[in-house]
């Protein structure tokens, strides 16, 4: 579906035919200008009275509802973590929460996450959740070994553990998960993380940020496929996490030993948002 000045516009990806395509050729994936996009348009002329060079082209949103409380559909990466957020705002609203609460939609994160850096900036929070889609891996196929452990649908979101993963915020999730018997996922990753988390956890001094992950067959096609028990836990877990944090929440990790409990305080924080990352490092090196 092409956004065109008069409207949208609908409109079919096209190629050269299989038939007349050489060997070397069907082989390969097509390139950028080897594709194009038909609206059944009978001249150049016509088709600009529709469209313009620059226009926005997004797929046309079409759900199909699959067995076992599954959907599928394009652009779940990530509507699914939108829907989520929002679900979270109304149920925390309902309950009544300690802390201030900013419930985003971010733009551009695949070029950058441009989106959440602005965000993050300009709001300054103590603690950041992405949430994201994560890779399925329990699909037939090579797919299995692609991740350690597997993620699978209808196991519950991923909780990340890896260098944009803030230790305590990490344990606090999980702690949450157990306590309200919520199914979840653990997704360890030695490497940076490819979503929001990244930009979320450098913003304003240092940012007490990690990652949730809404397993995800088939990303950045039409035919992504979610469950919806992963989505309905993933709201739970929020909810649950955000309604348990305090106003004078310690997030310090050497606060805490491995298992997430409080030690003795080796380090007082001043109010909520010296428990940020930039604040934790410059404590240990007063010590």
């Not at 329990?138 to 909780?159: F, H, Q, V, Y």
């Amino acid at each position: 579906m092409i956004r065109g000045k008069k409207g949208d516009v609908p409109g079919i990806f096209g190629k050269v035919s299989t038939h007349l395509q050489t060997k070397e050729q069907k082989e390969q994936v097509p390139l950028m200008d080897e594709v194009w996009i038909d609206i059944g348009a009978k001249s150049k002329k016509e088709a600009q009275e529709y469209v313009a060079v620059g226009d926005y082209a997004v797929y046309e949103p079409q759900v199909t509802e699959l067995r076992g409380s599954r959907l599928a559909a394009p652009a779940l990466d990530n509507i699914i973590g939108v829907y989520s957020v929002m679900q979270v705002a109304r149920n925390c609203a309902e309950r009544g929460i300690d802390v201030a609460l900013y419930c985003l939609g971010t733009v551009q994160e695949e070029i950058g996450a441009r989106g959440a850096t602005a965000a993050a900036e300009g709001i300054k929070p103590d603690v950041a959740i992405a949430v994201d889609t994560t890779l399925a891996t329990d699909t037939p196929g090579k797919t299995k070994n692609l991740t350690d452990p597997a993620l699978e649908l209808d196991a519950g979101p991923s909780i990340l553990r890896g260098p944009n993963g803030h230790p305590v915020i990490t344990r606090l999730l999980e702690k949450v998960a157990q306590k309200n018997n919520i199914p979840y996922q653990i997704k360890p990753d030695a490497k940076a993380a490819s979503n929001d988390a990244k930009p979320l956890q450098l913003a304003a001094g240092g940012t007490a940020a990690s990652s949730i992950g809404i397993p995800l067959r088939n990303v950045h096609t039409q035919t992504e496929v979610a469950s919806m028990a992963d989505i309905d836990a993933t709201i739970s877990l929020l909810t649950e996490f955000v309604c348990s944090l305090k106003e004078d929440q310690d997030l310090l990790p050497i606060n805490f030993d491995m298992t997430g409990e409080p030690l003795s305080k080796l380090v007082e924080s001043s109010g909520f948002r010296q428990n940020g990352v930039t604040s934790h490092t410059n404590a240990m090196n007063r010590i």
